[in-house]
Nanobody
């Protein structure tokens, strides 16, 4: 039984900040790659940030310098600090996890998503 629950989404003006959290119930005896995806209306799902199983962090160019991914391994909690938000960041945001070395576009485990809306 695995479940992941995102929180922290909402509506914010351009230039604002939000921090997303993902509480993950995962095997306590396993190591996971974890990360964040987003999907805007009418667009494909995109991986935007991840911490792979070896601890290395990766960011999509669209969020580099603005978003920061972090995790609390003891609690299997993933975070995404989002600063300098732009209207183009508007999307449903999903956390994901996998025992594979890295996250692909089809991770094994997904959360339900949390909506982020950036508008004036």
């Amino acid at each position: 039984q695995v479940h992941m629950v995102e929180s922290g989404g909402g509506s914010v003006q351009p230039g604002g900040s939000l921090r997303l959290s993902c509480a993950a119930s995962l095997s306590s005896d396993s190591t996971y790659s974890m990360g964040w995806f987003r999907q805007a209306p009418g667009k494909q799902r995109v991986g935007i940030a991840q911490i792979n199983r070896d601890g290395r962090m990766y960011y999509d160019d669209s969020v580099k310098g603005r978003f920061t991914i972090s995790q609390d391994n003891a609690k299997n909690t993933l975070y995404l600090q989002m600063n300098s938000l732009k209207p183009e960041d508007t999307a449903m945001y999903y956390c994901a996890a996998d025992r594979r070395r890295i996250l692909t576009i089809t991770p094994t485990y997904w959360g339900q998503g949390t909506q982020v809306t950036v508008s004036s």
